[in-house]
């Protein structure tokens, strides 16, 4: 199973990407993590990486996409993988398209988390974070038994500095104007499964393995 996870900031795709990973026993890859693998080992991609990153910048795209490349070509990935962070352009799609093609290799499938962007800033305003434990609630749709402490270990929870509405909406706009347009892309391809994120998160799985089958 080769597959492609999108969707917008505070859509859920952490969790649904740790369902797919689970349920698929397939790799999850992500941008994030490649950087910082690369970084850490100090390798040549990693140190250019690490150059823009220390300056606050966006990785290029073509340094990105050989970094992925290079995952890519991992013994894991053998019999397949999920991407999360990447694509996020048409440039890179079109990159990701000949590295498949090049190596005899398809998608499976495109699977898109949709959200109303007026929830994602609810749902991302209203998260709040244990960080002594990393357990995660919401003050109105998955709150903690006492208002700010922990159910997990009793620790004070607190609210992310960038979980504000400025912030959140910044986010959102950067994606609908810069990944959003893949949608179309890979609906003309005829491999992309819409789902609804603002479902229940066992819903949203169950449309997900229904759009694999």
Request: aromatic fraction near 6%; glycine fraction near 8%.
């Amino acid at each position: 199973m080769r597959i492609i996870l999108l969707g917008p900031p505070g859509a859920g795709k952490g969790t649904q990407a740790a369902n797919i990973v689970d349920s698929y026993k397939i790799p999850h890859i992500s941008t994030g993590d490649i950087f910082r693998k690369n970084i850490k080992e100090g390798t040549e991609l990693g140190k250019k990486a690490q150059e823009y990153i220390n300056n606050g910048q966006l990785v290029p795209d073509e340094l990105t996409c050989g970094l992925v490349a290079s995952r890519l070509s991992e013994e894991d990935c053998k019999d397949g993988f999920m991407l999360d962070g990447f694509p996020r352009n048409i440039f890179q799609a079109e990159y990701l398209d000949k590295y498949l093609s090049e190596n005899g290799i398809g998608l499976d499938k495109v699977v898109n988390i949709e959200v109303d962007p007026k929830l994602l800033v609810e749902r991302a305003c209203g998260r709040r974070i244990c960080k002594t434990c990393g357990a995660t609630f919401h003050v109105k749709f998955n709150p903690s038994k006492q208002e700010g402490v922990c159910d997990v270990c009793s620790n004070a929870l607190t609210q992310r500095p960038d979980d504000n509405e400025e912030t959140v909406s910044n986010r959102i706009n950067v994606y609908l104007s810069e990944t959003k347009p893949l949608v179309s892309y890979y609906t003309e391809k005829g491999i992309i499964a819409d789902i609804d994120g603002a479902q229940d998160i066992n819903k949203v799985f169950e449309d997900i393995k229904a759009a694999l089958a």
